[in-house]
């Protein structure tokens, strides 16, 4: 079946009443999303650490229960970091959500097919693992019920949502780690 | 075993240090750091399905303003390597306590590779070694290495000697 949302759409959609969330990106095409959707200090875009994003979102959430933190990260990515939904399950942050922009590919690597293209649910696999929310988003009309729960529901919150394998632009955040550290860490803690 | 109470003298530099969050893979070697960690009510103790999880957790804290250590055993250092590209690219602090094995005493040789190279393996990815050989030495081990690590933006693992955890047959580490 072939996915009829757009990813920039998508993730423009899920930040632009973001309010004070605090947002992790996945390396590579959610980082340029988030960036195509506008730059922000609260944004810490991951450069690489492959498999890292939900456990980041992780410490973040523990770090700040006050604050709600969204991940946004790729289906390639979050495969790779299979465990930290086990692991984020037992800490039960309700402060987190991860939002998985699943155009079952690897995309910056030449389209390969992921384990999402067989038909590995990502969704079944947080609800196994103990999420308090996860659902598959296939249709436009549901992407706002879903960016209702990421925003605002009680976590964890897990949203894999089907996009258009597409080729875009690239809208590059900074990348210069210390840079990001600072100014992430001066918006949320003025330190 | 040690007559002191070197997991002790660490849970309270740890604490002391105001550190907040503790990711670990079990070790046999920090069972009594770990219960110490899960029974304080200022700690917030996670348990990870794989070393690597760890480096996240730690990055993720950091950024929101609370501090934290890793407890893992040396086997663990090699699922870290690639996250630990972003501990130095963001120059972020970071403390690792490796529980040794591989090292004098060891009963199961598929341990020993991944103990020998776990020094060679920190220090590639830019991760500052020290080792604590003695139980006298690990409660200011840990204490100096959480100083640096905060005050300088740096990362640090303190190997601990599989000497002090006494542990020499699969028969002891299940009784536990």
């Known amino acids: 079946m072939s996915a009829a949302l757009h990813r920039r759409d998508v993730v423009k959609a899920l930040l632009l009443e973001r309010g004070d969330a605090l947002v992790v990106a996945g390396l590579g095409s959610t980082a ?93 696999v947080a609800i196994g693992c103990g999420f308090s929310t996860a659902c598959v988003v296939r249709e436009p009309e549901d992407l706002e019920p879903a960016r209702r729960k990421l925003l605002g529901g009680a976590g964890p919150v897990l949203a894999q949502i089907k996009v258009v394998a597409e080729n875009l632009s690239l809208v590059l955040p900074p990348h210069d780690g210390p840079v990001l550290r600072d100014r992430f860490r001066q918006a949320l803690l003025g330190s | 075993m040690s007559a002191i109470d070197w997991p002790g003298e660490i849970f309270r530099a740890l604490h002391g240090e105001a550190v907040r969050i503790v990711g670990y893979v079990p070790d046999a070697g920090h069972k009594r750091l770990i219960e110490l960690c899960q029974a304080d009510r200022d700690m917030r103790s996670v348990v990870l399905t794989t070393e690597e999880e760890g480096i996240g957790l730690a990055a993720g ?115 536990q």
């Open chain 1, 32 to 124: 340029w999303d988030c960036t195509a959707a506008g730059d922000s200090p609260l944004t810490f875009p991951l450069w690489g650490a492959m498999g890292a994003a939900a456990m980041v979102g992780l410490g973040l959430a523990l770090a700040q229960p006050a604050r709600r933190v969204l991940v946004i990260t790729g289906d390639g990515e979050m495969l790779m970091g299979l465990g930290s939904l086990a692991t984020i399950a037992v800490q039960q942050p309700p402060n987190l959500a991860i939002a998985v922009i699943d155009n079952e590919r690897y995309g910056e690597t030449g389209m390969q097919t992921t384990h999402t293209a067989a038909g590995v649910d990502l969704a079944a």
């Open chain 2, 61 to 175: 804290a950091w950024l929101g303003g609370v501090r934290s250590v890793l407890l893992m055993q040396s086997s663990g250092v090699g699922n870290c390597i690639n996250i630990l590209g972003m501990t130095r690219e963001c120059r972020l602090p970071l403390l690792i306590l490796v529980t040794m094995r591989g090292e004098e005493g060891e009963f199961n040789p598929w341990q020993v590779p991944m103990g020998q190279a776990t020094a060679t393996v920190l220090e590639a990815m830019d991760v500052n070694v020290h080792r604590v050989l003695a139980a006298e030495e690990a409660g200011a081990a840990v204490r100096a290495a959480v100083r640096r690590a905060y005050a300088g933006n740096s990362a640090h693992a303190i190997l601990i000697a599989q000497r002090l955890i006494g542990i020499k047959s699969f028969q002891q580490q299940a009784a």
